[in-house]
């Protein structure tokens, strides 16, 4: 073979792979409307399913509380966190607006939910002293739930003072225990 029909020959093999190139890929568009909608079903089936189980468990941590609370029956729930106070003061501490955040993000979901906070002391000063301080420790508690989106409606307070110890202990860590706002569940 000369020369010349080698170049002939190279160049014909070129221009047929020119002329067939590679195969195309077959490219299927699903409708932009279709995709979003079905990721919107997804999402809210995602969102119903976590509502569902999260209602589970709030309705598993309620437990009907022995003594009534002011308007008839009362229920515990765990996942609402006590707040709790220094000796003599009823102002929120920093360390426990983390614990309210959470006890108001819980009833921002259950809308629906009432809340009574318990306002408790430790058994120093006198019965009349420690009911007023345990109301002053109640309404604030109260009012940095509203402050942070709680509606007023939902929550009523009242004062214990220091008739109902959550530890009976003579001490301070029993002192520092007592000294507490509690938050029970009175409606549903």
């Not at 000796?87 to 993000?105: G, H, Q």
């Not at 604030?140 to 214990?160: A, D, K, Q």
Request: hydrophobic share 35%.
């Amino acid at each position: 073979m000369s020369k010349k029909s080698l170049i002939i020959t190279i160049l014909i093999l070129c221009i047929a792979l020119i002329i067939t190139g590679c195969p195309k890929k077959t490219v299927v568009k699903e409708e932009p409307s279709v995709k979003k909608e079905e990721a919107g079903k997804a999402e809210a089936e995602r969102k119903a399913k976590e509502a569902e189980n999260a209602k589970g468990e709030f309705e598993k941590s309620l437990v009907p509380k022995k003594t009534p609370g002011i308007e008839g029956e009362v229920f515990e729930s765990s996942l609402l966190k006590d707040a709790h106070f220094d000796f003599d003061k009823y102002d929120i501490r920093p360390s426990d607006t983390a614990v309210l955040k959470e006890n108001a993000a819980l009833l921002k979901k259950y809308n629906n939910v009432k809340i009574q906070i318990e306002g408790h002391c430790d058994e120093r000063g006198t019965v009349e002293y420690n009911l007023a301080l345990g109301e002053r420790r109640a309404n604030s508690t109260r009012n940095y739930l509203v402050s942070i989106g709680v509606s007023p409606e939902r929550i009523s307070t009242i004062s214990y003072g220091k008739e109902r110890p959550l530890d009976p202990a003579h001490n301070e860590a029993a002192w520092a225990k007592n000294r507490r706002a509690h938050s029970i569940i009175t409606a549903k």
